[in-house]
């Protein structure tokens, strides 16, 4: 019996891990902005802590890990989940839209490993799965800021496995194709407002396909 510490554990991918870690018998934290949506996932259990964690608050990370140490003891997985996607040719990402997709998926990833590593380090074991995409190894015209930190996610890990390789905790990269989740809709999608009509053939036809469609500028 493992413990988990699984972060965007609300819904898709990560509500997924969470209900088959618990179905094996492991004790999960589960970690969202919105804890209240895991408790209502998966309701009460012993074998379940629900903590609200932002992954680019550093304060929030730790506070969830602290309370995990406190409540199970210990922490053996840790699998990097959150995420968002942006439909965007290059071009169109604002500055803004760029960091904020850098802040969760690279940033955020970086916050929680600070938090969690000196857990598994002092433990001498453990195993830290960090959640990449087919789009961490080739690029997809509208898809290149989250290629980008999908290709980032990627070169992290492999330099991870390699600092921790002689202290006994292992890293694995998991680069799912599509599946059936909520990614697409507005809860971990953003499509950007910006159109450039040079861009219609290759990042248009990914903002208009019917999953794809612009929302108005704000």
Known sequence: MRVWFVTGASRGLGAAIVREALARG???????RNPQ????????????????????????????VDATIAHFGRIDVLVNNACFGLIAAVEEASNAAARAIFDVNVFGVLNTLRAVLPMLRAQRSGHVVNISSIGGFTGYAGWGLYNAT?????????GLHADLAPVGVRVTIVEPGGFRTDFLDDSSL????QVIGDYAASAGETRMSRRFQPRPAR
């Open 26 to 32: 492991h004790r999960v934290t589960a970690t969202a």
């Open 37 to 64: 949506a895991v408790r209502r996932a998966f309701g009460t259990s012993r074998s379940l802590l629900t903590a609200k964690a932002d992954v680019t608050d550093e304060r929030q990370i730790r506070e969830a």
């Open 150 to 158: 999908k290709f980032a996610l990627e070169g992290l890990s492999e």
């Open 190 to 193: 953003q499509v950007e407002p």
